[in-house]
């Protein structure tokens, strides 16, 4: 990893968890962002959804209290998604917040809500467009139109096109104050890379926002890292890592082994944006240990919601959300500037490790005692729950005798006897080892 992706990076790599939020006319019809290329539907058939967008309850103030409240550092609003719909006020086409019953600028309020609030802020923009006239559409693997034959023989100008995306791009990164991440979305196919004039996007980027975090799918996608993997990455390579809907099995390194910034994106329930019969929530256990996955891999976590029509977030979510920012507020010291730990990974759950302080994140009650494994008995300073700062009792007893080069912990009086965890979420422990650590 160079040093200009280590310098632009870290406070990303330090923040961990964000919220990604994707909002467009889809939520109108409420069947996911897809529904127009799913349903391969008409530009004349979708227009009406344009001419319904109304989001009278949009509040980015409750969106970013909701954020921060959930332990998160950053967040990306979809400025513009596959549809071509901004949510911006480009100056380049009508298809536009502005020119609907919305009346105004929604990404200017996210910004502006969002740093209010002290949170980091970035804009999705797809690289892709299903309502400019030049995008390619009959045979293309993704356009609504890809089956019509009426468009079979039409001729586009794809560089009109081009001129057209690098602009709304110009528009985001000029007049909207200092941006912290940029989330373009998706190479595929043959259109990656230079077939969209990356380096000169990625080189105007630079120009206005030296310093943004720019993610990888200019190359690559979901199911390919791109040049960023490489000794030798592309200037339009990216900064991170994006995979979604799955965590990398070992984490993401470079073809010499070193660890890469990355960031898993994923949804709550099934669809990225609002869809009313989705009821498929991941609990907030289970994201509160992908989270924690994440971070002992080396990687972030960005997770979507998708609010309505009206600019809600969905109940569910708000849930959820706050279920995970309880959690996070008594732990969230071994989340925040955290990553892949020296030890062993253990049976009962994981490790993340900031410098000599390793955290124990325990997932299994344990049948007696607790092995912490990888760590010796005289190794650590002090063993503490993290919620609470009160110290662990030792669990070292006539049973763990054969194991004298491993550290056990007890979550009751006696080591011997089966205890119910603290926190059935997830059971923190932060264990500070001596300066000269003896690990097994």
Not at 108 to 121: M, P
Request: some cysteine; hydrophobic content about 35%.
């Amino acid at each position: 990893m160079n040093d200009e992706i280590m310098r632009r990076t870290r406070w990303f790599m330090e923040a961990r968890f964000g919220m990604f939020i994707h909002w467009g006319i889809y939520s109108i019809p409420a069947r996911g962002e897809w529904v127009r290329s799913h349903e391969e539907m008409s530009i004349e058939e979708y227009e009406k959804y344009f001419h319904l967008f109304e989001p009278s309850d949009y509040s980015p103030r409750q969106w970013a209290k909701l954020a921060k409240k959930a332990g998160m550092r950053y967040a990306v609003l979809t400025a513009k998604h596959h549809d071509g719909f901004c949510l911006f006020d480009s100056k380049l086409t009508d298809y536009k917040a502005t020119n609907t019953k919305a009346g105004r600028d929604l990404v200017r309020e996210f910004l502006d809500a969002f740093r209010e609030e002290g949170l980091r802020v970035g804009l999705y923009f797809s690289i892709i467009d299903w309502h400019h006239p030049d995008f390619p559409k009959y045979g293309d693997r993704q356009h609504p139109m890809r089956n019509n034959e009426a468009y079979k023989d039409e001729k586009i100008d794809f560089d009109r096109y081009l001129d057209y995306m690098h602009g709304q791009v110009r528009e985001l990164v000029t007049g909207y104050g200092k941006l912290d991440l940029l989330w373009f979305d998706f190479a595929y196919d043959d259109m990656t890379g230079e077939k969209w004039r990356a380096k000169e996007l990625v080189d105007m980027v630079r120009t206005y926002q030296p310093d943004v975090v720019i993610d990888n799918r200019l190359e690559g996608a979901g199911d390919n890292h791109g040049s960023i993997a490489t000794r030798h990455p592309l200037s339009y390579s990216g900064d991170f890592a994006s995979p979604e809907q799955i965590i990398p099995p070992q984490g993401i390194c470079d073809e010499d082994g070193t660890p890469i910034p990355w960031e898993l994106c994923a949804t709550m329930n099934n669809h990225w944006g609002y869809c009313n019969f989705d009821r498929q929530y991941k609990s907030p256990q289970m994201l509160i240990r992908k989270l924690v996955e994440c971070v002992s891999k080396g990687g972030n976590m960005i997770l979507n919601v998708g609010p309505d029509a009206k600019g809600n977030i969905p109940s569910e979510s708000v849930a959820i959300l706050e279920e995970i920012g309880r959690w996070m507020e008594k732990n969230k010291e071994s989340i925040y500037g955290c990553g892949i730990s020296d030890l062993p990974k253990p049976e009962w759950g994981r490790y993340t490790q900031n410098k000599k302080t390793i955290y124990a994140h325990v997932y299994e009650t344990p049948l007696g005692a607790l092995p912490l494994y990888g760590i010796a008995p005289d190794a650590p300073a002090s063993i503490t729950y993290l919620a609470d700062g009160t110290e662990v009792r030792r669990g070292e007893a006539w049973n763990t005798a054969l194991y004298h080069d491993m550290a056990f912990i007890s979550f009751g009086e006696d080591p011997v006897f089966t205890y119910p965890l603290p926190d059935e979420h997830d059971t923190v422990l932060k264990i500070q080892l001596k300066e000269k650590e003896e690990v097994v």
